[in-house]
């Protein structure tokens, strides 16, 4: 799930967007003086024209504007970059997707992103590097990312070591503040490295102002930094080859090998960070805010799912955005088919929230799964990365639509090894002439048995004969199994 990044729980984070957080922007946040802004704004921009006409100037500039005649194909594609990532559309898009800025604030943010990086592209090595990542060992790379770092963090964003890391992915990246320290995590496996236009926007997202980089818990501010930053990185560096070849999936197995045999290493050391950050105090989303929907059975509301069993949950996806689905919970098909409608239309409403490559997981309890079924039969191709159903009555008269899955998504079902009687028999469908006993295992999916009785998940204690979906049971069982790669 493409779950990006977030501040553990050990940090503050403001819920509003203070006209004090805009000044540590560098914002003019007094409309009496907009006009001096939008004349800074304007300045900056006529600074660029001027590069540009420079050319005209020199020898070598004459000659830099013949050779691009002679490569118009190439320069016909960076006119389509321009269209698509030049200050006004990237603005815009990103005023569509911020509810809390505007036009003015997100071409501003523009203008201080194109500064930095511009000091990025006066230094030739650096940028090799990135356009040839694959080329470096895990040392040297992660010597690159953090030169990068310091110039994506010059505008009051969060500066702090990296580490990258591979072993797993969730997530793209993180940034850590709490009783650990501070640290920023780049995950190798997750982010295409032979794509430097990709590196710069994970790292442009985790070095976001740490206290906007999740305000009003929206991830958009983050995003929106990183995906401008993206596009005034590959409107510059148009011209720059790619020098990598091999695949980002080769660089890890040979790094990941070497290391082995060295018995230590940047990567492992990344790794073990990765596991510190989203253990104990740890917590939040991964590079993206993805979102977990849980979906409470029979007889039952939200609040069958504990608070340790959900921190649990957040820890394995790398993601602490969740919200409850709450239905009647009557024990009938039209209750669950009714249900069902109305967890497809929060569905697509939260979809529609969600940027590029965040990701949907799903965990039902009991007839919860039922429900998830008749949702997903309402769900268009590949708006589900995940669903887990927890000692869910499999009938007949319910069926999951795998067409709703994305590509590489996965249905995971937990059962009780001694629950017969609750889920086998009182989850079944009983008729004046038909008894349709329900199943405990399901078809095209990961079946996990538990060595637990009743299907009562997260209304007893952890050690509890009859809990399955205790923070035990989940870290002992479905936490491994979400991890493998």
């Not at 509003?16 to 300045?43: A, F, P, R």
């Not at 990365?385 to 999951?400: C, E, G, K, Q, W």
């Not at 204690?461 to 479905?478: A, E, L, R, Y």
Request: hydrophobic share 30%; no cysteine.
């Amino acid at each position: 799930m493409q779950t990006q990044p977030s501040f553990s729980k050990d940090t503050i984070l403001s819920n509003t967007q203070s006209e004090k957080d805009l000044q540590t922007l560098g914002v003019n946040t007094n409309l009496s003086n907009t006009e001096q802004s939008t004349q800074e704004i304007q300045s900056r921009a006529l600074r660029a024209t001027l590069r540009v006409d420079n050319h005209l100037l020199s020898s070598e500039g004459r000659e830099k504007i013949k050779n691009d005649f002679l490569n118009l194909g190439n320069n016909l594609a960076q006119i389509g970059r321009g269209v698509r990532n030049n200050i006004l559309t990237q603005s815009l898009i990103n005023t569509f997707r911020d509810k809390d800025t505007n036009l003015f604030l997100e071409m501003y943010a523009y203008a201080l992103i194109d500064d930095t990086l511009s000091s990025l592209f006066n230094q030739e090595e650096l940028l090799n590097s990135l356009n040839g990542a694959t080329n470096l060992d895990s040392t040297q790379f992660q010597e690159v990312l953090n030169e990068v770092v310091k110039i994506a963090s010059e505008e009051n964003g969060f500066r702090a070591p990296l580490k990258i890391y591979n072993n797993e992915e969730v997530t793209k990246g993180y940034a850590y503040s709490g009783v650990e320290g501070e640290w920023i995590g780049f995950n190798t496996l997750s982010n295409d490295i032979t794509n430097p236009n990709k590196i710069i926007n994970t790292l442009y997202h985790e070095t976001s102002n740490k206290e906007l980089h999740h305000k009003s818990n929206n991830d958009a501010y983050a995003s929106n930094r990183g995906n401008s930053a993206e596009s005034i990185f590959a409107l510059k560096n148009y011209q720059g080859k790619n020098k990598n070849t091999i695949s980002t999936l080769e660089w890890n197995q040979r790094e990941t090998t070497r290391e082995t045999l060295r018995g230590s290493g940047v990567l492992r050391e990344g790794n073990e960070y990765n596991t510190r950050a989203w253990s104990g105090q740890g917590s939040g989303s991964g590079e993206r805010d993805n979102l977990t929907i849980f979906v409470h059975g029979t007889w039952s509301d939200p609040s069958t799912f504990k608070s340790d069993f959900k921190k649990a949950v957040a820890q394995t996806l790398k993601d602490d955005n969740q919200k409850n689905f709450s239905w009647s919970g009557n024990n009938d098909v039209e209750s669950r088919k009714g249900a069902g409608k109305e967890l497809a239309q929060m569905i697509k409403k939260e979809i529609k929230n969600l940027e590029d490559g965040e990701k949907i997981t799903i965990i039902a309890h009991s007839h919860g799964g039922n429900v998830v079924k008749y949702a997903s039969q309402e769900l268009s191709k590949g708006e589900l990365d995940r669903v887990i159903f927890l000692a869910t009555p499999h009938r007949n008269d319910a069926s999951f639509n795998q067409a709703s899955l994305n590509k590489g998504g996965r249905v995971v079902n937990v059962y009780g090894s001694k629950d017969l009687i609750i889920q086998k028999f009182l989850g079944s469908g009983l008729g004046v002439f038909t008894l349709d006993f329900a199943k405990r295992t399901m078809e095209n999916a990961t079946n996990i048995q538990i060595n637990q009785g009743s299907r009562t998940l997260g209304t007893e204690q952890d050690g509890s004969p009859h809990s399955i979906h205790t923070k035990q049971n989940w870290k002992n069982n479905v936490d491994p199994m979400l991890r493998k790669k």
